[in-house]
């Protein structure tokens, strides 16, 4: 069958063609029995709209996609993503564009760059924080595809980035640990391939020489930013001869294994060891007990971000290349004083 034109529907249906228009697009000014005219014409018509013909017209799509670098079990259970893509999604909504996630890993970041990115099916890419050596970044710069980055590279200054301040909230969490009396502080880093991973480390490092205290390569373990990472990290601490009496986990998803692991060994926060994370992500206020961790405004990193692009893309270049927001503590009960 011949695909029709809207002119052609509204004749079908005895309507004006801003009235086809309108119900294609879900407008609400369309009353209910002009609306169902015209969707039975359109059903009985076949009739499909021309999106993909209309976006080649204005070269424009009002899509943006959120490239997510990780697997789908991972951002489904991590409540960090689902908090960053609501910030996102809202913040579009109210400008009028939508959203397409793609979540992939490292294996399909290349067929994503030809299938979505070279076919223009998008007007720009906002990009969780990946690898440092992730291959989809040169390509991305090299298409000038407008792009902007959550979470900072260490080697690709010239674009636009949002981020928190990881380091500084690193020595935050770890110079609290410190004022607790506590000396020897372990810490559960993410991987350290990724560029928060290596801040929140480095972080944890200024802080204890800050302090004076030596930095033992033994008490830092390398997690995964997963529970199952941190559970297994802080098995490897509490089998070191002498645990540490204070660990600082580089995000409150690990956390949580940490703490599992800690109750299984038969041990308490924060009387056998004081554990502080970061992120303070919803659920770290109903842990046992309650999480002391570092927040960052994780929803507000995603309207930032949008808004940056969304700017970018209307022909008003963002004031600012790199956006660092402030991290805070916030205290709760599990961390206490070093005991003797």
Same mark, same amino acid.
């Given at each position: 069958? %011949?695909?029709?034109t809207?002119?052609?529907i509204a004749?079908?249906?005895?309507?004006?063609?801003?009235?086809?228009?309108?119900?294609?697009?879900?407008?609400?000014?369309?009353?209910?029995?002009?609306?169902?005219?015209?969707l039975e014409?359109?059903? %009985?018509?076949?009739y499909?709209?021309?999106?993909?013909?209309?976006?080649l017209?204005?070269?424009?799509?009002?899509?943006v996609t959120?490239?997510?670098?990780?697997?789908?079990?991972?951002?489904f259970?991590?409540?960090?993503?689902?908090?960053?893509?609501?910030?996102?999604?809202?913040t579009?909504?109210?400008?009028d564009?939508?959203?397409?996630?793609?979540?992939?890993?490292?294996?399909?970041?290349?067929?994503?760059y030809?299938?979505?990115?070279?076919?223009?099916?998008?007007?720009?890419?906002?990009?969780?924080?990946?690898?440092?050596?992730?291959?989809?970044?040169?390509?991305?710069?090299?298409?000038?595809?407008?792009?902007v980055?959550?979470?900072?590279?260490?080697?690709?200054?010239?674009?636009?980035?949002?981020?928190?301040?990881?380091?500084?909230g690193?020595?935050?969490?770890?110079?609290?640990?410190?004022?607790?009396?506590?000396r020897?502080?372990?810490?559960?880093?993410?991987l350290?391939?990724?560029?928060?991973a290596?801040?929140?480390r480095?972080?944890?490092?200024?802080?204890?020489?800050q302090?004076?205290?030596?930095i033992?390569?033994?008490?830092?373990?390398?997690?995964?930013?997963?529970?199952?990472?941190?559970?297994?990290?802080?098995?490897?601490?509490?089998?070191? %001869?002498?645990?540490?009496?204070?660990?600082?986990?580089?995000?409150?998803t690990?956390?949580?294994?940490?703490?599992?692991?800690?109750? %299984?060994?038969?041990?308490?926060?924060?009387?056998?060891?004081?554990?502080?994370?970061?992120?303070d992500?919803?659920?770290?206020?109903?842990?046992?007990?309650?999480?002391?961790?570092?927040?960052?405004?994780?929803?507000?990193?995603?309207?930032?971000?949008a808004?940056?692009?969304?700017?970018?893309?209307?022909?008003?270049?963002?004031?600012?290349?790199h956006?660092?927001?402030s991290?805070?503590?916030?205290?709760?009960?599990s961390?206490?004083?070093?005991v003797?």
């Amino acid at each position: 069958m %011949e695909q029709l034109t809207i002119r052609q529907i509204a004749q079908l249906a005895n309507v004006s063609r801003s009235t086809v228009s309108r119900v294609i697009n879900n407008h609400p000014s369309v009353r209910p029995e002009v609306r169902q005219r015209v969707l039975e014409v359109i059903r %009985e018509q076949e009739y499909v709209p021309q999106a993909a013909a209309r976006s080649l017209a204005s070269r424009r799509t009002n899509v943006v996609t959120l490239l997510i670098p990780r697997s789908s079990a991972i951002i489904f259970t991590d409540p960090f993503f689902p908090l960053i893509i609501q910030g996102i999604t809202e913040t579009c909504s109210e400008r009028d564009y939508s959203v397409m996630l793609s979540m992939v890993t490292g294996t399909q970041e290349r067929d994503f760059y030809q299938r979505v990115l070279r076919s223009r099916m998008t007007d720009g890419l906002l990009m969780l924080s990946s690898d440092i050596d992730d291959p989809v970044l040169p390509l991305l710069i090299n298409d000038q595809m407008p792009l902007v980055l959550i979470g900072e590279h260490p080697y690709m200054q010239p674009m636009y980035t949002v981020d928190v301040a990881n380091r500084a909230g690193a020595v935050l969490a770890v110079s609290h640990l410190l004022q607790l009396g506590h000396r020897r502080i372990g810490a559960i880093t993410g991987l350290l391939q990724m560029k928060t991973a290596i801040d929140r480390r480095d972080g944890y490092k200024q802080a204890l020489l800050q302090a004076g205290v030596a930095i033992e390569h033994s008490l830092m373990i390398e997690g995964e930013f997963t529970q199952e990472g941190g559970y297994a990290a802080m098995r490897q601490l509490l089998s070191l %001869e002498q645990r540490p009496s204070a660990v600082f986990v580089a995000s409150d998803t690990m956390a949580l294994g940490a703490l599992r692991a800690i109750y %299984e060994a038969g041990l308490h926060a924060p009387h056998d060891i004081s554990l502080i994370g970061f992120d303070d992500v919803p659920g770290a206020a109903y842990t046992t007990p309650a999480l002391t961790t570092i927040h960052q405004p994780i929803q507000k990193l995603g309207c930032t971000a949008a808004t940056m692009l969304l700017d970018h893309l209307e022909g008003r270049p963002p004031l600012q290349q790199h956006i660092r927001l402030s991290p805070s503590l916030v205290l709760r009960q599990s961390c206490g004083p070093r005991v003797a």
